[in-house]
């Protein structure tokens, strides 16, 4: 059974910084993709980016492309979210996940049904 633990959120003023974390136990080898997902109240699940952890591939949604940098620590199971130049656009809920393979379709991360999550954390960015 995989395990997420994501954490990181806070309250920045728009232009500032955070950087999420998601420690990942009770894997195996499948677990193949990690990456984040965003919820904003009112608005649809959005896949912001994701990590293959074999060669460390990455893809980003276009709202965070250039912005937001993912990566990963293999040695402390570990993926990491750093959020430069937030905007008040990017308040949400975030959400760690883990999946098999890293699917994106036309610019959206499309994660199966059998994925796992985190419990979310929340970024607040604010003017």
């Known amino acids: 059974q995989v395990r997420l633990v994501d954490s990181g959120g806070d309250s920045v003023q728009a232009g500032g910084s955070l950087r999420l974390s998601c420690v990942a136990s009770g894997y195996t080898i499948w677990n193949f993709c990690m990456g984040w997902f965003r919820q904003a109240p009112g608005k649809e699940r959005e896949g912001v980016a994701s990590?293959?952890?074999?060669?460390?591939?990455?893809h980003y949604s276009d709202s965070v492309k250039g912005r937001f940098t993912i990566a990963q620590d293999r040695a402390k199971n570990t993926v990491y979210l750093q959020m430069n130049r937030l905007e008040v656009e990017d308040n949400a809920m975030y959400y760690c996940v883990a999946d098999r393979e890293c699917t994106w379709l036309l610019g959206h991360w499309s994660v199966a049904e059998h994925a796992a999550w985190g419990e979310g954390t929340k970024v607040t960015v604010s003017t």
């Open positions: 990590i293959t952890l074999g060669d460390s591939s990455t």
